[in-house]
Structures are given as structure tokens and as C-alpha cells.
């Protein structure tokens, strides 16, 4: 196949004008898809950006810390021992031989091969002994074989692998469509310009075709109508506009940096990309540092654009809350825009989710509308929303809005006889009666809850919200949670600024409502992710309990958080036993350290101490020259004893994450749905 358009048949090559990709920015190199598409991508651990990577020798990479001028003095000082013995051998070799001077002339071929035989034996002996001692190897690798690579091509040792798998790169893209059947889809891709997310999704698109041989006409008439447009997302995107980082959508990574080459991160992660992907953000990420360190820049858009590629490619949805001024992407990288508080807001919010019935519906409002200072009142309150939600759905098939919630709540006399109409003309005022009764009882009281939740209400009933939160059918269309089996991309962009309050209770109930949302989808063949800009006052006791269970339903959240101490005190510790993967930020608090350090453990090391005693070993004279060379210099002669031990050590201790990350860094662990582990990794995020 020609990516420049141009394609063969045998007989004649028509050429056509290449087309530009839609991610192809001026002056960037044109996108390669059969070099990509066949790129080798080695089995490495979570974390590992595996297009392009390379598996690390350990002992070439022990022998790498050795300095440059060490290394070279010590294989010199081999090599001229080692020309020393081979001499002297080849001389013993001689006199051993000169016996066979009085043998007869025929036997002078035989001396002469018996010579050059103990001649290669002595070579190879100091090559291999001497070769050893000084590392010979290991300065080929290092010096010689690039000097030599400059003018000969000429392969390393320890390349092999690496050489036959880039043998690969280049070859048919479109080998299996050709080997199913579909050659006139293949033809037809040919002969276009195809972006990596319209070959994921076409190939996702076959995949589902060969589950049955009677879908294959209808994906070959489909790749042949449209070509590489076939199967696009509802809204016809096949790109996003300013995307900026590297992914490897074959394998739904994106990479965020570097992790660095220091003795802290394991060997196969060192100098490796870094990178995030659905089978690591299936156990959720909690990262924690203070503003102004790129939690949102540097992780919460990476990983965004990466979900919402990954929709365009038919394999996930994502859900991004945050901020309205926060930079979690343009508009135009999502389907859903929630903007409550925005009259030009298009799409509102369905306060009640993804319940299966009203009571449920009427707890998890309860849960989203207390405070943290006031979630020992959550049972009652959660009852007082249900004696009224549940009612109002018999009555009339429908869930009430802001104002119809917050009258009831507060007895207004109009609303409850309305109920209690549409009760009797829907024939279930007697099952409802009670609960009706038991409101009004409750009605007055010090400590009624339900005047606390109409005063949280009326943080919602506000006339910059009108028609955001509708249930009647006449504010805008409100979006439900219960469409995380489609692959859309949703932004929630909540206001902060001109009403904090009712922003953290919208971010609860977006929270709570996605992981109920999440665990109870039947279909479960998209990863369903979340990214929380910040989730200071989005996470409740449910909603953290819930993250557990994600971890089997093919979803995972990112949540971001300037401290620790903004979450109640109840909900740190199972928060961090919850999530999986856990990132620290240059500047975190020595308190949030702490956790993090008591999470991540403790490692074996070798610590070695080294003692000096004075040297009183000797006679007579010994003694003497010590105490000459004290009046020269002043300094006493010195015994030194060596110890290495194996001690357990913190692998990054409190004061290590507040004080010593650098700027533009982070340490994160991760843990993959498969349960493998990686421990803590210093990561450069700035690349």
C-alpha cells in the first residue's frame, strides 16, 4: 500500500493527491499508517508506553553505571597484561616444540599445525580471561560499534530481537480484511488517507463482522460507500481539534512523560515512557499536589483527550467534570456540554440518574445535597426525600423538579394537595399514605430534615439555573448516566465561581450517579471513564465504596485534589485502599506524604557503613614512620572497615515527597485490573 495515495494494480499506478489527516498540523511529518499499524509493540509491565520501546538488558545495564574513564584504564591495563601473556605463551609454545626438530622432515607440517593450534588456544584463553576482567564487551558496545556503525552497517549484539521486529513495520495494514474476504474494502482503504482513529474503529467494526460470516457483505458495502469515514461516531468526528499528545490507540495508551533513569524506579521502567491506559485506570487514580503543579495540564487533559480519542475510536465514553474555566479541552471534543448556570447551556442534568426506582433515586439526591459537616443526618434525610420523591413518582410517572422538591419538603399546602390528587386519581393514595403522614409529622420540628434539604434546594432553584435541572419536558434535554453504554463524550462544567456551593453538590451527584451508572451497565464492552478536576467535595462514603467495584465493570475515574485534608477525615483511609494507582505532586503536604508513604511501603536495600579506627599494627619502625608522617600532616594513619547489611527503607519517605520532587515531576504507583503491581515511580511529566 502507498500512503501518498497512490495504488497498484498491476497493469498501471494511478496517483492521487494525498489528503491531509485531520490531526496533521503544517509542516508535521505525514502519518505513516502502515508504519505505525505493524510498529512492534513488546509485552512490557503497566506504565510502559510500549510503541517504540525496548527491553533493558540487566547486565549491559549494570555495566552501564561503570564511568567512562574507570572502564577504558581498566580494559587498557587488561589488554596490555593480556598482550603480555598471549607473548609469553606463544614463546612457551615455541620451546615446547623444538624436540620435534630431530624428528624426520616429514613431521615438519605437523609441528607447524601444533603450533598455531597452541598459538589460537593461548589467544583465546586471554581474551576470554582477560576480556572478562576488563569488560572488553562492554566498551565494544559502548565505543567501538557506533564508531564502526558511522561507515559499515553492522548490528550489535543484544539487537537481534529488535532487528526482526522492525522487520515488520511497513508491511499490509489491511492483511486481515484481505484474508476475511473484504479485498474491496481493503482496495478501498488503500486508496485513502486513514487516521489511527479510523483504523481502530474499522477494525473494531471487522471484529464484529467475523462473529458472524453474515455481517462481512454488509462491513465490505459499508468500507466501500465510505472508506475510511465507514463506522464513524455518531457525531461524524474522526479527529479532535488540538490534540496534542502521543497515543497508541491500538493499545488506548497515552503517554505523559518520561520515567527516569535513578536507582528508585525498577529496571524496566527506566528511561521508559510513561503511559496511561484502561487496564491501569480500571482501578482509578487519586493524584494529590497543591495548584499550580500541572495536575490539570500534565494529566487531567491527557487523559481526557485519550478517552475522548478512544470514543471517536469506538472503545470508550468519557465523562470530565470540572470547572468551567478549567482546561479539561475545547467544547469541541465533546458531544454532551453541561453548563449549568449558562443560559446558552444546550443540554441539562438529570438530577436522578440512573435509579431503578425512586427510592434510590431519592438516596442518592440526599447523598449529593448534605455537606460533609452534616452527613451524620444523612439517614434521616435520605428517609424525608424518599417519603415525598417516592409519592410524587406514583402520582405522576415522572420525577419533581427543583421547586416541586423543594415545595414539598417545606409543606407548601398547594403542592401536597396536588399530590394528593394525583395520588387518588392514579389509585395509590393508600399505599403513600403513611409516608404523607409521617412528613407532616415530621413537619416543624427542631430537627426536621426535611427543611434542611429545601434550604440545600434552594441552592439549585435559582434563576441562573432555570431549566437545567427540568423533569416535565420543558427546560432543556437532560442528560442521564444511563448512556455509558454508547461512546459519548461528556463535559460537565460546573460553576465554581458564582455559585461554589451548588458546584460542590452538582459534583457529588455527577460522581455518585457515574459509579452507580458504571456497575450496573449490562453491556460493559466500552471503558467507561471519569476525569474529576477536582474532587475536594465530589466524593461521599458511597461513591467511594463504589470505586472497588469498578474494577470489574471495564471503568475507572482519575480524581485530582489539591490536600487530603479537604476530604473528610473518615474517608481518607478508605479512599486510598479504594483506588489503584496513586500519584504524589512536587509540594504535597507532609501530612498527605504521609499516606502516601505508608501506602507505598517499605523495599530492602544495601546499606554499607564504613568505620575508621586509628592503625597501631606494626613494630617498631611502622610506628615510627606513622608518627613522622602525624608531624608532617597532621592527619593520623587510618585503618577503614567496610559493612553492607540488607535494612528495610521507606521507598519515598514523607519529608522525600514534600521537599525533594522536582518541579514538573511526580511519583506515581500503579496497579492494573489484572492485579499486577508496579511500586513508585519517579516520573518526568514535562515531555
Not at 415525598?388 to 413518582?393: D, L, Q
Not at 568505620?611 to 608522617?629: E, K, L, N
Not at 527503607?649 to 492494573?672: F, M, N
Amino acid at each position: 500500500m502507498a500512503q501518498d495515495g497512490s495504488h497498484h494494480h498491476g497493469e498501471r499506478t494511478t496517483t492521487r493527491p494525498p489528503t491531509p489527516l485531520p490531526h496533521q498540523r503544517p509542516g508535521a511529518p505525514a502519518f505513516d499508517l502502515a508504519d505505525w499499524a505493524t510498529a512492534p509493540r513488546p509485552d512490557a509491565g503497566p506504565g510502559v508506553y510500549r510503541l517504540g520501546y525496548r527491553r533493558i538488558d540487566p547486565e549491559r545495564a549494570e555495566a552501564a553505571k561503570v564511568p567512562t574513564w574507570p572502564l577504558l584504564l581498566r580494559a587498557g591495563l587488561n589488554a596490555v597484561v593480556g598482550w603480555l601473556a598471549f607473548v609469553y605463551g606463544v614463546e612457551f609454545a615455541k620451546d615446547g616444540t623444538t624436540l620435534i626438530g630431530v624428528l624426520p622432515s616429514q613431521s615438519a607440517f605437523v609441528a607447524t599445525s601444533v603450533v598455531l593450534t597452541l598459538n589460537v588456544l593461548v589467544l583465546g584463553a586471554v581474551i576470554k580471561v582477560f576480556g572478562r576482567m576488563g569488560r572488553w564487551p562492554e566498551v565494544w558496545r559502548r565505543y567501538v560499534a557506533p564508531l564502526l556503525s558511522r561507515t559499515v552497517t553492522q548490528e550489535t549484539p543484544g539487537e537481534e530481537d529488535g532487528a526482526a521486529a522492525e522487520a515488520t513495520r511497513g508491511q499490509d495494514p489491511w492483511a486481515r480484511l484481505r484474508q476475511g474476504g473484504a479485498t474491496e474494502a481493503a482496495a478501498r482503504l488503500d486508496a485513502e488517507a486513514v487516521g489511527d482513529v479510523d483504523y481502530v474503529r474499522i477494525q473494531r467494526a471487522w471484529e464484529s463482522a467475523q462473529a458472524d460470516p453474515v455481517f462481512v457483505p454488509a462491513f465490505t458495502e459499508q468500507v466501500a460507500a465510505r472508506g475510511a469515514a465507514a463506522f464513524a461516531h455518531p457525531s461524524e468526528a474522526r479527529e479532535l481539534p488540538g490534540r496534542a499528545r502521543r497515543h497508541d490507540l491500538l493499545l488506548g495508551q497515552v503517554c505523559l512523560g518520561v520515567a527516569q533513569d535513578v536507582p528508585k524506579n525498577p529496571l524496566s521502567h527506566r528511561a521508559a515512557g510513561f503511559a496511561l491506559d484502561p487496564a491501569v485506570l480500571g482501578t482509578s487514580l487519586l493524584a494529590v499536589g497543591p495548584a499550580g503543579t500541572g495536575k490539570t495540564a500534565r494529566l487531567a487533559r491527557p487523559v481526557a483527550e485519550a478517552l475522548c480519542l478512544q470514543a471517536l475510536a469506538g472503545t470508550a465514553c468519557a465523562v470530565v467534570v470540572g470547572a468551567a474555566d478549567a482546561d479539561l479541552g475545547p467544547d469541541a471534543w465533546y458531544d454532551v456540554v453541561i453548563t449549568p448556570g449558562d443560559p446558552a447551556s444546550v443540554y441539562g442534568l438529570d438530577l436522578y440518574g440512573v435509579a431503578q426506582d425512586p427510592d434510590e433515586a431519592a438516596a442518592r439526591l440526599a447523598d449529593a445535597l448534605l455537606p460533609d459537616e452534616l452527613t451524620a443526618r444523612a439517614e434521616n434525610a435520605r428517609t424525608a426525600l424518599q417519603q415525598v420523591v417516592g409519592p410524587f413518582h406514583a402520582a405522576f410517572r415522572r420525577y419533581p423538579g427543583v421547586r416541586e422538591l423543594r415545595a414539598l419538603l417545606s409543606g407548601d399546602p398547594d403542592t401536597l394537595a396536588a399530590l394528593v390528587k394525583g395520588l387518588g386519581a392514579a389509585g395509590r393514595l393508600a399505599v403513600y399514605e403513611r409516608d404523607l403522614e409521617h412528613r407532616e409529622r415530621q413537619r416543624g420540628r427542631a430537627d426536621d430534615p426535611g427543611a434542611l434539604l429545601a434550604d440545600r434546594l434552594a441552592l439549585l432553584d435559582r434563576p441562573a439555573f432555570e431549566g437545567a435541572f427540568a423533569t416535565d419536558g420543558g427546560g432543556r434535554p437532560p442528560f442521564a448516566m444511563r448512556v455509558l453504554d454508547h461512546p459519548l463524550r461528556v463535559r460537565v462544567k460546573l460553576p465554581e465561581r458564582s455559585h461554589p456551593e451548588a458546584a460542590r453538590m452538582l459534583s457529588r451527584l455527577v460522581v455518585g450517579q457515574f459509579v452507580q451508572a458504571a456497575g450496573s451497565r449490562e453491556d460493559r464492552s466500552l471503558f467507561a471513564g471519569l476525569v474529576v478536576d477536582d474532587a475536594s467535595a465530589a466524593l461521599d462514603a458511597g461513591s467511594v465504596r463504589g470505586l472497588q467495584g469498578m474494577r470489574g465493570a471495564n471503568a475507572g475515574t482519575v480524581l485530582l485534589l489539591r490536600t487530603l485534608v479537604e476530604l473528610p477525615e473518615a474517608l481518607r483511609a478508605p479512599l486510598f485502599g479504594a483506588v489503584g494507582c496513586r500519584m504524589a505532586f512536587p509540594g504535597i503536604a507532609p501530612w498527605d506524604g504521609r499516606l502516601f508513604s505508608e501506602a507505598w511501603g517499605t523495599h530492602l536495600v544495601q546499606e554499607t557503613a564504613v568505620t575508621h579506627t586509628p592503625d597501631t599494627s606494626g613494630g617498631v619502625i611502622r610506628r615510627a614512620g606513622r608518627i613522622g608522617r602525624k608531624a608532617l600532616s597532621g592527619t593520623t594513619a587510618q585503618t577503614e572497615s567496610v559493612t553492607t547489611r540488607d535494612v528495610e527503607r521507606l521507598r519515598w519517605s514523607p519529608s522525600d515527597l514534600a521537599h525533594a520532587l522536582p518541579a514538573g515531576h511526580a511519583v506515581v504507583s500503579l496497579t492494573a485490573v489484572s492485579g499486577e503491581q508496579v511500586p513508585p515511580l519517579l516520573v518526568d511529566l514535562r515531555g
